[in-house]
């Protein structure tokens, strides 16, 4: 899923640059490589790692003796740390303070965004059981 979705933004990129080229990430990033495959094959290394980051960090939500707020900023702390230097790595931003700062809210805005989705969604759901659960009485 990772390289998926880490193909599909650097193609969109690719194509909204007006590149003649498929680029893996930003020009500077490709530049530490011997050539553009080779920087393509590191990329997908490192869009399979955040795959898999957030693959078993969504185990935290499992967790049932944790309540839903411990395993939100448990989830938001792994996260958040581990692919942070996945995304330095892979050539996302530069590694500057006015960056980092930056990345972390807009970080923080799509967590916010998904989790509330994620939230009124599971209460949907509950609702939803509830009532079947009161209709059989």
């Not at 530490?32 to 693959?55: E, H, R, V």
């Not at 923080?108 to 659960?133: D, G, H, R, V």
């Amino acid at each position: 899923m990772g390289i998926f979705i880490g193909f599909t933004t650097a193609l969109t990129f690719s194509f909204i640059y007006q590149s003649k080229y498929f680029s893996p990430s930003a020009p500077r990033f490709i530049t530490f490589f011997s050539s553009n495959t080779m920087a393509t094959a590191i990329s997908a290394i490192l869009w399979s790692f955040m795959g898999i980051l957030f693959s078993l960090s969504s185990m935290i939500f499992e967790k049932e003796n944790w309540s839903i707020t411990r395993q939100t900023i448990t989830h938001l702390i792994v996260s958040y740390l581990g692919f942070t230097p996945l995304a330095i790595l892979a050539g996302w931003f530069p590694l500057t303070v006015l960056w980092l700062i930056s990345y972390t809210i807009i970080f923080l805005i799509i967590y916010l965004i998904i989790w509330s989705i994620s939230m009124l969604t599971a209460k949907k759901e509950i609702e939803e059981l509830n009532q079947l659960i009161s209709n059989k009485k």
